[in-house]
């Protein structure tokens, strides 16, 4: 990442700090003006998406879901689009195939509280751009499903699309010889990016010129298969994507010869304390991989917040991170029949730490894969889509404190009426809830998540339903429909200045 980058985002965060301090610093209850101003939720005006290309197999299914959370304050005009991003190379390909990839939008969301669908087959699906804006901007959220029937990552893979942002890590990505695992990169905007991607196995980092300096080309997609960046094989790695100019969406796409695939989202920012949500509770192997990007080791507390508190695993009561180096540890089956979450804590000082979950379910030899990254806890609204009644577990975390969360299920793609449940989720605990479904729902649906008191984290897992037995978990952080917006006040003195 360059100085000018560094500079931009250190300024942005300390602004967000600020921002957020200003928040909580309100005036007192006895009308006392402190001088300080509030800081005003607002509906974002624009949100941008990006959807990496769904699966290199001829015999790939997918599906494309779009949905718009309705968001009071968002005005009544905008539009939102999905439009098939330029391969990398375009070299070979004539003037049809051109037209054809700009000419109109693959997907075109319907209104705000209506889930809308898109389907493609095969190879050939390609990845996608998406805009949003005015109404249909605050909390949309796209996800992409995809059946595949044998072969490599055979199973069910879901990909949420992501916000275009600068650097992203992704714990539990590898280079084994039964793996093959790319790093999709996805450019939006108007001028190429420059990214460098990093790799760290169990003894640091691995040597690869070749990581550094990729260029994505405006408007394109670019898959990297990492057993090209290095000749190391590592079973479990973590990769670093950061970008030196511009900015893409990142997402790591990992198939296993045996114990099909999934699609390993971005962790939350390296902290202290982790929370990695909703393990599925019929887990045959959970393997928690973390790594500490610092010059200090970490050492954790290791929990699990089962459905009657926070239990400590036996034999992994901590674990020791080492800097710059990746560690993994098995777990076995740990959460034994029963829904959980892994919660991590500093046994002392607190260290900066990313970790992500591979979690492997399903009956011998038909076993099939799916990642739990560590993610941010729901502050103002999640969402989740592409849910069906019968596919569908909605798990719901504190790991604090007691609480309150609304759940509201949308009417379906097809038709059908919204439908909402209240739920109270005690201090420490997990509980996979009986999620509402919409009355006469038709097709699939979204679900969205919302506090109401206390924090909570959330995961959403689909099982396949057809003649596919697979899995695929997603964890909600927050869908960022809200943004806080310091008040201001006229002040002319500043014209005399």
Not at 16 to 28: I, K, Q, S, Y
Not at 271 to 279: D, H, K, R, T, Y
Not at 347 to 374: K, L, M, N
Request: glycine letters at 10%; one cysteine or more.
């Amino acid at each position: 990442m360059n100085r000018t980058t560094q500079s931009l985002i250190a300024g942005t965060a300390a602004l967000a700090a600020l921002t957020g301090v200003a928040a909580l610093m309100a005036p007192d209850a006895s009308g006392t003006d402190t001088g300080a101003t509030s800081a005003v939720q607002l509906p974002v005006e624009r949100t941008s998406l990006l959807c990496p290309t769904p699966s290199n197999s001829d015999l790939a299914e997918t599906s494309y879901t779009s949905f718009t959370p309705v968001t009071k304050g968002a005005g009544s005009g905008g539009k939102a689009e999905l439009r098939v991003a330029a391969p990398e190379s375009d070299e070979g390909k004539d003037a049809d195939d051109s037209d054809r990839r700009s000419d109109k939008p693959v997907l075109k969301p319907a209104a705000p509280g209506r889930p809308a669908t898109g389907e493609s087959s095969g190879s050939e699906a390609p990845a996608l751009i998406g805009t949003a804006e005015g109404r249909y901007a605050p909390g949309w959220t796209v996800q992409a499903t995809t059946e595949i029937a044998a072969g490599s990552g055979r199973g069910l893979q879901g990909v949420n699309c992501t916000a275009p942002d600068t650097e992203f890590w992704f714990p539990a990505a590898s280079t084994a010889a039964d793996r093959t695992d790319y790093v999709h990169l996805t450019n939006p905007d108007d001028s190429a990016a420059v990214v460098d991607i990093e790799l760290y196995g169990k003894d640091g980092a691995l040597k690869s010129e070749v990581g550094e300096g990729i260029t994505v080309k405006p408007h394109a997609s670019e898959p990297v298969l990492l057993s090209t960046l290095t000749e190391a094989e590592q079973t479990n790695l973590t990769v670093h994507v950061s970008v030196r100019s511009g900015r893409v969406g990142a997402a790591v796409q990992a198939l296993d010869d045996e114990l099909g695939g999934d699609w390993l989202a971005a962790a939350t920012d390296p902290a202290g304390s982790l929370v990695l949500p909703g393990l599925p509770k019929d887990a045959k192997e959970v393997r928690l991989v973390l790594f500490t990007p610092g010059d200090a080791d970490a050492d954790l507390k290791v929990r699990l917040a089962s459905p009657s508190g926070l239990i400590t695993p036996a034999g992994h009561e901590t674990v020791h991170v080492k800097a710059g180096m990746t560690t993994a540890v098995d777990l076995g089956d740990l959460t034994r029949g029963e829904a959980g979450s892994l919660v991590l804590t500093p046994t002392d000082r607190s260290v900066p730490v990313v970790a992500a979950a591979r979690v492997v379910r399903g009956r011998a030899g038909a076993e099939e894969t799916a990642f739990v990254p560590a993610t941010s806890p729901v502050s103002t609204r999640a969402t989740c889509v592409g849910n069906t009644a019968k596919g569908t577990t909605l798990s719901l975390t504190a790991p604090l404190g007691t609480a309150k969360v609304k759940v509201t299920a949308s009417a379906g793609s097809e038709g059908g009426a919204t439908a909402t449940k209240t739920y109270t989720i005690k201090a420490g605990t997990t509980q996979d809830v009986e999620a509402p479904v919409p009355s006469g729902a038709k097709g699939t649906y979204a679900l969205t998540v919302e506090p109401e008191g206390g924090t909570v984290y959330a995961t959403r897992m689909l099982r396949a339903t057809g003649d596919v037995q697979g899995f695929t978990v997603q964890t909600l952080p927050d869908d960022r429909g809200m943004v806080a917006v310091p008040e201001a006040d006229e002040d002319l003195a500043v014209l005399q200045r």
